[in-house]
Nanobody
């Protein structure tokens, strides 16, 4: 079983940047992918990026390319989501989830989830 713990959220001014972390502990065979999702107030949860931990291949949606960077550190068992040029529309709870593979920016399976970290973009 995997345990995922997000951190790094907070209040950020528009135009700023933030790096979110997803710390992974435990082991479950086949859980190679980690995806980041976000849920803004009153909206559905949406996937923003996914990465294969084995080789670092990353996937993004078109709207995320350029401002979002997903990366991993397998020594630290952590996946990061760097967000730059933050906008008010990025305000959301951000979650990471694990699965066997990435299907584009969406992690398949979504077997394990973290508790989320809140990002608020406001002046």
């Amino acid at each position: 079983q995997l345990r995922l713990v997000e951190s790094g959220g907070g209040l950020v001014q528009p135009g700023g940047s933030l790096r979110l972390s997803c710390a992974i502990s435990g082991f479950t065979r086949g859980e190679d992918a980690i995806g980041w999702f976000r849920q803004a107030p009153g909206k559905h949860r949406e996937g923003v990026a996914c990465i294969r931990r084995s080789d670092g291949t990353a996937y993004y949606g078109n709207s995320e390319k350029g401002r979002f960077t997903i990366s991993r550190d397998n020594v630290k068992n952590t996946v990061y989501l760097q967000i730059s040029s933050l906008k008010s529309e990025d305000t959301a709870d951000y979650y990471c989830a694990s699965g066997p593979e990435c299907r584009g920016r969406i992690v398949a399976g979504k077997d394990f989830w973290g508790q989320g970290t809140q990002v608020t973009v406001s002046s």
